[in-house]
Nanobody, 128 residues
């Protein structure tokens, strides 16, 4: 059974930091591109960051460049997102998702069906 489980969300003040984790099971984690995507209240799904299967190429949407860092540990089947200098506009439910290619980064109206699998999400709230 394919499963992705996110953790690490919470309430943080503007300028603060959080580290999200996503533990995978039921599939060969190291064979997949991995993504962090988010959905803010009343908005569509937005890809935040991506990392290729071996972890030597990373990508970020413009709004998080320089503030977020994606990484993965294939031996532990775990994906991470280190978030710093958080802003109120980062408030959203964050999901990890798996795909076989980099294609989701080019999709305008992104949906969960563009991925092979996704987790249940973890809430990140940035507020004073």
């Amino acid at each position: 059974q394919v499963q992705l489980v996110e953790s690490g969300g919470g309430l943080v003040q503007p300028g603060g930091s959080l580290r999200l984790s996503c533990t995978a099971s039921g599939f060969t984690f190291g064979h997949y591109w991995m993504y962090w995507v988010r959905q803010a209240p009343g908005k569509g799904l937005e890809w935040v960051s991506a990392i290729n299967s071996v972890g030597d190429r990373t990508y970020y949407t413009n709004s998080v460049k320089g503030r977020f860092t994606i990484s993965r540990d294939n031996a532990k089947s775990t994906l991470y997102l280190q978030m710093s200098s958080l802003k109120s506009e980062d408030t959203a439910v964050y999901y990890c998702a798996a795909a076989t290619t980099s294609q989701p980064m080019g999709i305008i109206n992104l949906s969960f069906s563009d991925f092979v699998s996704w987790g249940q999400g973890t809430q990140v709230t940035v507020s004073s």
